[in-house]
C-alpha cells in the first residue's frame, strides 16, 4: 500500500508527523498490542494525560481565549525565555483569527499507538524522540496496523513540564519552519485524539499525542 508523506520536521524538544494513507483491512485493534510494563523508574501519567487532552480541547473551543489566558501568561515565565519573536508572533497571528474547532474525542486504538511508541522510547531508544520504533516499525505502519486510515503524530520531552508548558511550547513551534505541532492541534481534519505520558523519577516526561481524522 502506497504511503504518501505530507510532512516531516525534527525539533529540539518535540516532533512531529503527519501522513494520509488507504485503509487496509486489520485484525481488531484490541488483539494488536499484548501489555507492555515500563522499566522500573517510569510510570504512566494519566492524571497528565486527561489533563492534556482537557486543554487540548479548551484551546479548540475557543483558540483566541486560550491564547490569553493560557499561552501569554507562559510566554512572561523566564522559562520561556527561549522563545523567539518570529515564532510568537506567527502563533499570535494565527490563533487570533482561529474560529473554534470540533472536540478531539478519545480514541483507544489511538491510545494504543501512542503508548506502543512511548514505551519504545523509554525502553528501547534511552529516551530518544523518534517516530520510528527499534524494531523498525514506522508511522505510518503502526497506524496502518490499528485501521487507522489517515492521521498525525506530535512527541514531546522535557523535564518538569506541565500540560499547560507542554501545549504551550507545541503552539508556539520554536524552531518548526512549518509549525507542525500547531497545525495538528488546530487542524479541523483531525478530530480523535489519544495522549500518552510516561514519566521518570526525576521528573522527566515523554508525551506522544496521535491524531485520527475520524470522529
Known sequence: MQV??????????????????????????????????PEEDISRDEAMEQALLDLVNQLRADPPRFYRQVVEPYLRQETAIHVT????????????????????????????????????????????????????MDFAARFRQAGIACGAENLYTGLNRTPEEVLADWLIDEGVPDFGHRHNLLNPQYRSTGIVVLRNKAGQIWVVEDFGCEP
Open 4 to 37: 504518501f508523506p505530507i510532512l516531516r520536521f525534527w525539533g529540539v524538544l518535540s516532533l512531529f508527523i503527519v501522513l494520509a494513507f488507504a485503509p487496509i483491512p486489520t485484525r481488531p485493534a484490541e488483539n494488536l498490542y499484548p501489555p507492555v510494563i
Open 85 to 136: 519573536a518570529k515564532y510568537v508572533n506567527s502563533l499570535r497571528k494565527e490563533i487570533l483569527h482561529c474560529p473554534p474547532l470540533p472536540s478531539f474525542r478519545s480514541d483507544d486504538r489511538l491510545r494504543r499507538t501512542a503508548f506502543l511508541l512511548a514505551n519504545d522510547i523509554v525502553n528501547h531508544q534511552h529516551g530518544r524522540l523518534s517516530h520510528t520504533m527499534s524494531n523498525g
